[in-house]
């Protein structure tokens, strides 16, 4: 069983990140993103500033936007609309979540799909189905790259996502498919989930419910990648997978922590990139 280390891959592709931004500054261009807090949410506070650090780390500048949580919706779609017009900025991020009183869809819409590198943006989903190119959603971006350099071939795979959100499932539907696996998407009103589970030779599981999947959900030697984040009864880290339980059934695995997670910063910043390698 083969463990997929996302803390190792994701640095790979951050040092990679790294140099080639060295190369952009020599010639004079600059990778430049806005991050956007509303609040200070501490989930949020956390993965800010752990996006910080990554620009820090690779050599992306970043302007920091933290408004209270008072800020109304029409004050937040005036800064987006600056920093829409603003050359010297490539990407925009708005984290979410937003206080109740903001419209996510519409701040989300508001976003020039030119500089979404969330990949949220209803342009930005319409080039990923189309195979247009466009920033991908950061999420099923990264298990890609997890799959690709764990040397797991994708192509002609039975792959089998459980949950459809906008960011997980259905985006990593359409990396599937441009990688040539066969796809199934599963949700919570799917019949027999475990017989379509089973036959998974790649099972990416984003359903948000503590370690739902057991054993009996997976087939032996399947690959497994575990989007979900929670805390155990002992207040420990756990996942969406019963890791303990499935790792031995596997022939690779993510854990929770330390697989997906680190991914989704590396390929946000490799969305920051794109925007000036264009």
Known sequence: MQLIDGKKISKEIKDELK?????LKANGKEVCLAVVQVGNDPAS??????????CAYIGIESESYELAEETTEEELLLLIDRLNKEEHVNGILVQ???????????IIRAISPDKDVDGFHPVSVGRLWIGEKGFLSCTPAGIIQLLKRSGITIDGKE???VGRSNIVGKPMAALLLRENGTVTVTHSHTN?????????DILIVAIGRKQFITA????EGAVVIDVGMHRDENNKL???VAFDEVAEHTSAITPVPGGVGPMTIAMLMNNCVETVRK
């Not at 506070?45 to 990554?54: E, F, G, R």
């Open 192 to 200: 027999n989930l475990k017989d379509i589970t089973k036959r998974a």
């Open 19 to 23: 140099e080639e931004v060295a190369v």
């Open 96 to 106: 979410l979540p937003l206080p109740a009183h903001i419209d996510e869809d519409k």
């Open 159 to 161: 792959c089998v996502i």
């Open 216 to 219: 009996d959900y997976v087939k």
């Open 45 to 54: 506070s956390v993965y800010v500033n752990n996006k910080k650090k990554a």
């Open 238 to 240: 756990c996942g969406d």
